[in-house]
């Protein structure tokens, strides 16, 4: 059910993000990433439902995306993705991961405390009509 990312998977992906996101990643950022063992989809009924992509830095690890498509919500695909997140960045000697979200994003926020996050700042203005929340977790 989730696979690393492929090209074919580009523009359902994007469907995805533009559906989901205020400033959408366009699909050439997408395409730069393919390849990458961080970048992955949820796949089923031969249909992408969300995708994922958790970036390295050094000792640092983020979740940069992750996006469910809107028909599929509430059904738990965020959560296998951000459960294979993690178990990626244990697999590669990570024991925690950051993450931005919008503060205004009440849902999103909620889905990561359920996840086991907790806030731990906020960054003004760090996007276009709204301020961030910094979420973390260690493992
Ligand atoms: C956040 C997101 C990825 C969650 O994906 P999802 O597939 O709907 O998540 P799940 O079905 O696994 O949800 C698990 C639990 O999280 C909580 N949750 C998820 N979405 C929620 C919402 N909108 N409001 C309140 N709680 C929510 C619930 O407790 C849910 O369990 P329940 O449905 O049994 O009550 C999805 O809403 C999304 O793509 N949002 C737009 C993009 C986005 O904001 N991405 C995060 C960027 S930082």
Redesign the pocket.
């Known amino acids: 059910m989730i696979r690393i990312a492929e090209e074919g998977d580009i523009p359902a992906i994007v469907q995805i993000e533009d559906r ?2 205020e400033a959408p990643w366009k699909a050439s950022v997408f395409i730069s990433y393919l390849d990458y063992p961080g970048f992955v989809v949820y796949h089923s009924d031969d249909t992408v439902q ?1 995708y994922a992509m958790v970036l390295v830095v050094n000792e640092n690890a983020t ?1 940069a ?4 498509h809107p028909d ?9 993705l951000l459960r294979w997140c993690e178990m990626f960045l244990r697999e590669n000697g990570y024991t925690s991961v950051e ?4 503060e205004k ?4 926020r ?2 990561y405390q ?2 086991g996050f907790r806030e731990s700042g906020r960054i003004p203005r760090y996007y276009p009509t709204d301020n961030a929340v910094v979420m973390e977790k260690e493992f």
Do not use: D, E
């Open positions: 989901s996101f969300g979740l995306s992750l996006a469910t599929r919500r509430r059904q738990g695909v965020g959560t296998v993450l931005q979200v919008r994003s009440i849902g999103t909620s889905f359920r996840m």
